[in-house]
C-alpha cells in the first residue's frame, strides 16, 4: 500500500477526493492521508517529510477558502511542490487544478499539473485506459526504481574500486551515481560534482548508507 498525501484548504474538495479514491482504489492501492496548508511553507514542507509520504498531490490554490482556515496561505500548489523538489530531486508529486492554464503558467513543469474534471471524467468513462491513480502508482514505482538501481550500480563500482578494477569511466560513474542520489535525498545540501574527489570512498559509504536509510522509508510507507 502507497501513503498518498493530499493537500488542500476547502474540506468539501478534500470529500471529493477522497470519494473519487474510494471510487477507483479497489485494490487498497491508496492509504490517503489528507493534509490543511500551514501558514508557513518552510514548515509545511517540514510537515511532508515528517509525513514520510510516497506521493504528493496538492490543490492548485491553497488560499481560496480562508475564512474557514483563519490564517493566510502565501504559496499555491505549485509553489509548494516545487519548493520540495528543490530538496527531493524527482519525487512523485501533482498538482490537481480546475484552472490549469494559471497553474501551467505558474510551473516549470506543465507535467506536475492535472485538472481536476480528469478524475470526475475517469468515474463516468469507465473505459478510460489511464487512470489518474494508475499515473500515481507509475511515478510512485518509477521514482523507487531509478533510486534502487542506482544504488546497486554505485554499490558494484564501489566494489570494482576496492579490487583494483576502477578505470577513469568508472570513476567519472560513480561520481554521477552519486551525484543523482545525493539530489534524490537532499538536493539543498549537495557538493557540486567538479569538487567530488574520484577516491573518497568514505563519503560514498555514506551516501549508499543514507540511500538505505531513505529507501527503507519508502518501504515502509507502502506497506
Known amino acids: 500500500m502507497y501513503r498518498l498525501l493530499y ?17 477507483t482504489n479497489s485494490n487498497n492501492i491508496f492509504e490517503v ?11 509545511m514542507i517540514d510537515k511532508i517529510i515528517k509525513i514520510n509520504p510516497d506521493v504528493i498531490v496538492s490543490d492548485f490554490l491553497l488560499n481560496e477558502n480562508i475564512g474557514a ?33 494559471d497553474a501551467v503558467s505558474d510551473s516549470e ?9 480528469l478524475m470526475t471524467t475517469e468515474i463516468e468513462d469507465t473505459k478510460a485506459k489511464v487512470k489518474f491513480t494508475d499515473r500515481l502508482v507509475k511515478q510512485i514505482e518509477h521514482y523507487k526504481s531509478r533510486i534502487q538501481n542506482a544504488q546497486s550500480e ?8 576496492k579490487n583494483g578494477n576502477a578505470n577513469f569511466d568508472i570513476e567519472r ?23 567530488k574527489s574520484f577516491s573518497n570512498s568514505e563519503k560514498l559509504d555514506s551516501m549508499l ?5 531513505l529507501l527503507k522509508k519508502l518501504d515502509d510507507g507502502s506497506n
Open 154 to 161: 554505485l554499490a558494484e563500482l564501489i566494489e570494482a574500486r
Open 109 to 117: 513543469d506543465v507535467n506536475l499539473v492535472y485538472t481536476k474534471s
Open 173 to 195: 560513474r560513480i561520481i554521477e551515481l552519486d551525484d543523482f542520489l545525493e539530489r534524490s535525498i537532499d538536493a539543498q545540501n549537495i557538493i557540486p560534482s567538479e569538487f
Open 209 to 213: 548508507d543514507k540511500v538505505d536509510e
Open 69 to 101: 482556515l483563519g490564517y493566510n496561505v502565501p504559496y499555491n500548489g505549485v509553489e509548494l511542490v516545487e519548493d520540495f523538489l528543490s530538496i527531493r530531486n524527482k519525487f512523485p508529486c501533482f498538482v490537481l487544478t480546475a484552472k490549469d492554464q
Open 33 to 43: 492521508i489528507t493534509q490543511l496548508p500551514l501558514g508557513d511553507k518552510e514548515e
Open 7 to 23: 493537500i488542500d484548504e476547502d474540506q468539501e474538495q478534500i470529500e471529493n477526493f477522497l470519494n473519487y479514491i474510494d471510487d
